[in-house]
Each structure stands twice: as C-alpha cells, then as structure tokens.
C-alpha cells in the first residue's frame, strides 16, 4: 500500500525546471535586445527553462561590474559580441563551463573574445575581430571526401554574403538535437557565415549548408549547427539567427530550445514541432 503512495507521488512531481542565463549588453546586431527577449520566450514556453538577461554596461563603459554568479544556472546563452569581461568574470565562466554548466552560443556571440583561448575553445570556430589562419584552421565540409575538412591555409576569419534564405543539411542525423528534423530544411532569410576558422578542437557538426558564390559566399559548405564538450561542460553553436526574421523561423527556434536541452541534460525529450519547416517550404511563427 505503501509503495503505491509513493509511486503515485514520484508520478506527481513536477520535472526539474533548468535555469539559464541570457547575456547580452553589447553586439553589432541591432536586434540584441529583441533576440534576448525573443529567444527567453522560446525557451520558456518549452515549460522546461526560466530565463533572466543579464546586460552588461555598454561599450566603452567600465565592465568591472560586470560579474553575474553562474552558479546559479544550468545554462549561459551568449548574445554577446563586445568589450572584454573582467578577468575574474572570465576564470568564473571558465570554470562553470569546465564543471559542467551548458552554453548556447548564438550568431554574432561567435564573434567575440578573438584573443580568450578557453572561449575560442568552447565555441570552436568563430569570425571577425582580427581573426585568420593563426586563429586555427578553417572548418568546412567536403563534399568529395564525405566529412568536414581543416584547411589551414592563410586566409581571413570569417565572412557572409548578402542575406538569403538557404537549405541546412543534417550532418549527424543520430544526434539527440537534430533527431527526427528532416535531412533538409529551408531556413528563413539570414546571414550565412562562412570561412570561420578557431581551435577547431572536440567539435560535432550537426549541419551544414551551402554558401553560394552567386550571393558572395565562399562556394563552400560551412557548418550552421555544432556541439562541442569543454571539461564536463556541453556547447551548443548555432551560426542562425541574425535578425528578427532570422529568429522567427521554426528551424532556428526549435534547434535553439532542442540545443538548450541537451546542454543541460545530455537528451532531448522534446517533440519536433507540426510546422518545421521542410526542404521546400519555408515556415516562420509570428
């Protein structure tokens, strides 16, 4: 009798709610205010995230105020792209990463910290800011060869062509984020980065999609959805998201909660959505 009660109330208990961090305050993107009010909606209407934004001062302005505690969230998700941190703000995200804590990192976020070796870790391969061949090699995937290559030659980091909408490839059809998403699907206009180049180190590379010269691209297939581990902590880098439009895709929104997910437990328990779009027919939520 007894145990029938207490199966009926582990039944009853409600499941864990991951708290996560927003980290915005700077970034050359002008919709940064409205992606982090954007993108804490999408996570919580999943019923699985509460999420705060922490904003830092603006560029230019002293950053030593700057010190959110980590600890406690499950996840960091950067929508950030600016001035350095405090160092003790660096060595304190540093060590929630390598204790386990997930980070989500969005868009222009892979553009910052050229010169932070552990954050360059974390994120793999990101754009801008000086960034070359001595960066570390540039990612992308060959077609003959079936795999992602590292080209090392000298060359700049990172680079887009005009706005377009594209078709992202899966890469890892068996990964817990992109399980059950279609081989292809039609993203909603935005920014294809291409010729990223970083440490390159412990990346998984969910998908891909072609950069077409016709729209100044590289002519390359370069990575849009990557995992990768840093100590005991998981990433999830998505290239997506550049504007309002880019975000209001169904693609962008259910990789970004699915990602959130496994950074913070290692599964995806969430369903894939009836409207995501297909190789064909794009779709975007209001």
């Known amino acids: 009798m007894c145990l029938f009660a207490v199966t009926d109330q582990a039944k009853a208990l409600p499941r864990k709610i991951y708290k996560v961090l927003i980290i915005d305050g700077q970034n050359n993107h002008r919709n940064m205010a409205d992606g982090s009010v954007m993108m804490k909606k999408y996570l919580e209407e999943t019923g699985m995230f509460t999420a705060d934004i922490a904003t830092t001062p603006k560029k230019g302005e002293n950053m030593e105020s700057f010190k959110p505690d980590f600890s406690k969230y499950d996840v960091v998700l950067s929508n950030y792209n600016g001035d350095s941190w405090p160092e003790v703000t660096n060595v304190a995200f540093e060590k929630f990463v390598k204790n386990g804590g997930g980070l989500v990192v969005v868009h222009a976020a892979d553009n ?62 068996n990964h817990p984020i992109m399980k059950g998403l279609p081989t292809e699907w039609l993203h909603q206009k935005d920014e294809l ?42 990433i999830f880098h998505t290239t997506l998201g550049h504007e309002n439009y880019s975000q209001k895709c169904a693609g962008f929104i259910t990789t970004l909660q699915r990602g959130t997910e496994w950074v913070a437990t290692g599964k995806v328990t969430q369903q894939v959505p009836k409207d995501f779009p297909t190789k064909t027919k794009g779709s975007a939520r209001p």
């Open 193 to 234: 980065y291409d010729r990223l180049r970083g440490p390159a180190e412990n990346v998984t590379v969910l998908a891909t999609a072609y950069s077409p010269v016709e729209q100044r691209g590289s002519g390359r297939i370069e990575p849009m959805l990557m995992t990768l581990q840093y100590g005991k902590g998981k």
């Open 112 to 173: 910052a910290f050229p010169k932070w070796l552990a954050y360059n870790k974390m994120i793999g391969i990101g754009g801008w800011e000086g960034r070359n061949e001595k960066s570390g090699p540039y990612l992308y995937f060959d077609k003959e060869k079936g795999k992602m290559v590292k080209d090392t030659t000298k060359g700049l980091g990172g680079s887009h062509g005009n706005q377009h909408e594209f078709i992202v490839t899966t890469r890892d059809a």
